[in-house]
């Protein structure tokens, strides 16, 4: 793997950077109270500024603090002029603007693209505190403000639209949003080493516009500097031959990706363009990509070098307040109760799935945090954090379970290209033992003031069986009643364009789940996580799902519908209808179909909510034309009976809402979850009393056939 400047390298001595402030100042009179007459840099959000490590705006403002720079929050200003944008006067240096911790569209609809009423972001959980396409809105309103001060755009709305996309709530292709937003500069990814060397260099006197080299950033540009080769894959062919790091040229060389407009006009072409896109995604390997956007070019540099444990150290111990700002009061913002007891020990996904942002978003390489480090974060909880009991909520990541897990072989990590290391099996070269977070694990429950430590996060079980030690530790320790883990499917159809194990992966977790818990006396059960109406997935497959979840004795509360999210690889499936997993023809590509139409979505998810009453009209029609009418009926072996509860109809639907519209008729928030973005937003452990909404599973006796973990990190930045 290449390597880069220690993060904290050129930090000022102590001695000559200005003390920390309690909280970075969100008004004039905080600035006063600091002895500031103007900041640095000026952070806009679009969540409600809380100092904690798990919210992009806090590392990024904490650790240009470090650098000894002065830095402002603007959170969720009213965007409907510039005057918000001025509170904090003119910013010396640049703004920094995000969407927050999660994709605006993401955060205003559903994946029906029905108008949601609350923001778990925002104090008392207010919807509507936000514009649509956030980092647009915010980039002019800044503009305006100030229209000399370079902006410089980040988090993962930016991260997930630095090319070309499908946008699901126009149903159209639109540029980069680095175009739309007339930004100068575009940072995707983990954004770290990226913003440190934008501010060094800013203090040096150069222009956003002007730093052309710097990983992980977009830029751009009006032709392909000189001294670059170009290597034209604006056409149908195939990229997928690695190129080494070490080949002549190769850090002078750049790939053409099918333009703005190609893309617009040409499915295929964007099918060829995503998977050229992911191809380039290992910063061992990757090469710079270039996409025209009409006379201009949007330019990616390669992905920015992942933090070494030291580093990511760092970043942790930085001097964050680990509290909401104090001018929100006692207002409740539930993204903070959710984490505000749990503990972040490592970034990054090897999974790949396709419909999940987090390996696009923090990459695939897993950075961890030593256990020093970590130790020293749960001491603080308990020592500083406002109504801790005893118990941590969580202590995991994107994964519970990659912890430290990496490549064997650096060479052979270095030169990688395959999107995943455990699909369609595990690597061989891939490392999956997980002593060290076994012994994490023992370390942290025995800090002092801990009582019990959950682990909430999701778990990729298709390598925790690898560890028959690491398993017995987590259901002896770390489960209470139920443990949520996320096939997504049984069957092999949607599995394989998702990038997930079948369901033997999951028979083999459950058996050593079940003696796990027997061994330790305890009665507990596995909860899994299904996706409706993912691309490649027919009315038979959900038919199959709703069928295995009957005869396990499952019964969902909550269901995951998928939502197109920008950039994914399952996108690309679902607008292209090709896979882009594997090359892409014109002729000969491997076709997927997807469930596009409202009502065939909403069938999607009535299979797996198939005991709801409410949804049994609509299936019976369904069984019906798919000539099964053998499955309605009391029987056990049936899905739904034939008859219709007094009073128990189809639900009526209200209508899409329509995207930019900021407020939505009144009504009840939707509970459906969405597919498309990683979560690290995991609700605290109660006590555990036996699952109700998702009825009981078959205690451990019952093998239901295989499932997977639910990916649950978001990290915008």
Known sequence: MLAAPNLFADRPDRSVRPKAAPFLPMSRAEMDRLGWDQCDV???TGDAYIDHPSFGMAIIGRLLEAQGLRVGIIAQPDWSSAEPFKVLGKPRLFWGVTGGNMDSMVNHYTADRRLRHNDSYTPNDEGGKRPDRAVIVYSQRCREAYKDVPIVLGGI???LRRIAQYDHWSEKIRRSVLVDSKADMLVYGNAERAIIEIARRARAGESPKEMTDIRGTAIMRSAVPEGWSVIDSSSIDDPSAPVSPRAPGADRMAVRLPSFEQVTADKVLYAHASRVLHQESNPGNARALVQRHGDREVWLNPPPIPLEMNEMDGVYDLPYARAPHPSYGDARIPAWEMIRFSVNIMRGCFGGCSFCSITEHEGRIIQSRSEGSILREIEQIRDKTKGFTGVISDMGGPTANMYRLACKDKETESVCRRPSCVFPDICKNLNTDHSSLVQLYRKARAVPGVKKIHIASGLRYDIAVRSPEYIKELVTHHVGGYLKIAPEHTEPGPLSKMMKPGMGAY??????FDKAAKEAGKKLYLIPYFIAAHPGT??????????????????????????????SLATAMYHSERNPLRPVRRVGSEMVSSAKGLKQRRLHKAFLRYHDPENWPILREALKRMGRDDLIGPGEHQLIPAWQPVGATAKPRDHAAKPGAQKGPKGKAFLTQQAGQGRRMVPPVAKPAAPKATGKPAPSSATPSGMKPRQTNLKGR
């Open 507 to 512: 028979d083999d977790f459950k058996r050593m």
């Open 157 to 159: 709305e930016a991260s």
């Open 42 to 44: 000026i952070v806009v």
């Open 538 to 567: 027919t009315d038979e497959d959900m038919m199959n799902l709703a069928l295995w979840l009957k005869r396990n004795g499952f019964k969902a509360d909550q269901v995951q519908t998928f939502l197109p999210s920008p950039m």
